[in-house]
């Protein structure tokens, strides 16, 4: 998001330079930089010990396709306890430990992705009311039900991991 006017006062912001971050939204009331400010979230590949990962479907973002755990950081939440609550919240698993994997920008949305793998171990799902559909399925089929891998995308990024390292003996 750019800042027009100040969200504190709502006077109109005027460009100032700030340092090697060139010209800033400023607000000489507040005596205030605004720098743009954009949503950040977590998405979460989570695989149990029968090398199954956890797929869900959200009929707001498709009626065909699946993806990972995802959902926004909340103020004062660190993306790792973001992770486990999202897995937990949206699913009622338990996630025993996360690697972050990347962080990537999503530009159609302005968001910046965390990407982590998760381990649980397998158990029965409690879908919340914002989930449609989640379930286990083999890693070696799950593209079948994906959203398609594509370069730009997260989900892929942690896709193509994890299979990678599964092929290597790694996970």
Same mark, same amino acid.
């Given at each position: ?51 199954e990962i956890l797929l869900e /479907?959200? !009929? ?6 699946? *993806?990972?755990?995802? @959902?926004?950081?909340?103020? @004062? ?5 973001? *992770?486990? /609550? ?13 690697e972050l994997i990347c962080t990537?920008?999503f530009a159609r949305r302005e ?14 799902? *409690? ?12 890693? /070696? ?10 370069? %730009?995308? *997260?989900? !892929?990024?942690?896709?193509? /991991?994890?299979? %990678?390292? %599964?092929?290597? @003996?790694?996970?």
């Amino acid at each position: 998001m750019h800042y027009i006017y100040c969200p504190k006062c709502g006077e109109k912001l005027t460009e100032r330079p700030a340092g090697d971050d060139g010209m800033v939204p400023y607000c000489e009331s507040c005596q205030r930089y605004w720098f743009d400010c954009f949503d950040s979230c977590i998405i979460a590949l989570v695989y149990n010990e029968y090398d199954e990962i956890l797929l869900e /479907r959200q !009929s707001y973002l498709s009626s065909q396709y699946m *993806t990972f755990v995802s @959902g926004y950081i909340t103020p @004062g939440e660190s993306a790792e306890e973001c *992770t486990y /609550r999202e897995i937990k919240e949206e699913t009622g698993i338990e996630a025993e430990k996360l690697e972050l994997i990347c962080t990537e920008w999503f530009a159609r949305r302005e968001q910046l992705m965390h990407g982590f793998i998760a381990f649980a171990r397998k158990a029965d799902i *409690t879908c919340s009311k914002e989930i449609d559909e989640a379930r286990w399925i083999n890693y /070696r089929e799950a593209q079948q039900y994906m959203f398609p891998i594509t370069n %730009k995308s *997260t989900l !892929s990024t942690l896709y193509q /991991r994890f299979c %990678k390292e %599964k092929e290597e @003996g790694l996970r």
